[in-house]
């Protein structure tokens, strides 16, 4: 028998097939708390699908992709917003929500992307290549967006480079991102060397095993992903991509390449999909817990803020993207 309070308690129906009860009483003081300090504050908890299942299904109001995620901070009522995912992120949330405050329970939450590339690259790539757009992931620094002309998502990214009419565009900093938008498009892309340090490490032998030892598997990949895994995989989309597909599909196995929450996260609501699961952590992802959104929430902190100067530039970058 679990001793759970009541608020925790009528949650645990929604997790129960990925969290075992054992480990449910870690959790449902921290999810009451936090309840309660969402009404308290006037807040609420942005998180993305690689967040873990207690904080994605049981404490987060909107959830998402990069690009809902950044779409809907644009429409959120509140005065605060913590953001469970990692520092890009709430940068992005803080530039469309300049008079809320946006709280990140961990500022060491980062990415490898956002950390392959600085505001000065950028202004080098501009003078070596004159005139060619520079089209951002968001997974970068408002310092890095600020020098850009326009962001893209992984959910995005081909129509925002196609929205430019351009013969030539700069892609910054994911190199396997910019090489499967190139495969997908005339448009021709000039790549930077950053890689995701969760999806770089699948390869197209692990889907061949994977295919090898369960028979009829479905696999999808993301798009950070090396280009020939993507070419291996029977579907390649943003986090949000693949778990519509998930739904509209139901494969009877599938395997996500991918951080390992997502799958957790999709399981819950596809009873019927058997899910393989050979995946990869993300550290900076996973600094984010229960504990840290309590204390984000009780103790103001921390308190995203972006240099007016920088993002009056950045936010028009993110602007732009979403009017594509
Ligand atoms: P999306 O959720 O936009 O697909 O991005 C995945 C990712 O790696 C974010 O860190
Ligand atoms: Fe960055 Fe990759 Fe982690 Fe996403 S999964 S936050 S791209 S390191």
Redesign the pocket.
Known sequence: MVAMSSTAASLYDRVRRVIPPIEWPAFSDDIDAILALKRERNAVILA???QTPEIFHCVADIV????ALARKAMTVDADVIVLA??HF?AETAKLLNPDKTVLIPDMEAG?S?ADSVTAEDVRLMRQRYPGVPIVTY??TSAAVKAESDICC???NALAVVESLGAPRVIMLPDEYLAKNIAARTEVEIIAWKGH?E??ERFTAADIRELREAHSGVTVLA???CPPEVVAEADFA?????MSDYVGRHKPARVVLM??CSMSDNVAVEHPEVEFIRPCNL?PH?KRITLANIRSALKHNRHVVTIDESVALRARLAVERMLAV
Do not use: K
């Open positions: 993305h699908n690689y998402g992709d990069s690009l995912g990692v992120m990415c992307l968001v997974n998502t992984s959910g995701c969760v999806h993301h798009p950070e989309g943003s986090t949000a991509a991918t951080e993300c992802m």
